[in-house]
């Protein structure tokens, strides 16, 4: 198992089951969109139905929604995110803050993601220059995003790839 992989779901997990163990909707659409990124890189079709389980259209009680939105999550997180679906979200979350950036920047930020997409350096890059930018134009949305940290960054390892090669 992909070790950053593992981290993610072992920290998605530990985060939704400290907000389930007293279910309120609110939380749960707070867990949600603050996942929004990571989920898309997962899976784009099961975010968009733990969308609609959160929306939770039929007022079913808090508990059971949570149930059900536990079932999808678990189907979410059942393999590792595909890189091309990574590099996908990566551009969704830079058109947030590119109206702001210049084009130089603007160039240089394209090229990590590709790099990323070329397994020539490691997601952690491309997803620190991402918060990097959203600290700078405050971008609080985008700073909530758990893709930006999945996990605590003392656990991160930026001279592996994922792939066991050393980034030079």
Known sequence: MNPSHFLIKLYVWTRFRSIAANPKMGELVNFHASHKL??????QSRFRLCGKITANHEHFPAAEVFQLYEQEMAKILARPFRRQAMVNTLYHAYGWIAKKIFSEEKQYIINTFEEYRDERIPLQAATRLLEAQAIRFKHEYLLSQVLLRPFPPELSD????GNRREVQ
Do not use: I, P
């Open 38 to 43: 990571l989920f898309l890189a997962y899976n």
């Open 158 to 161: 930026l001279s592996d790839s």
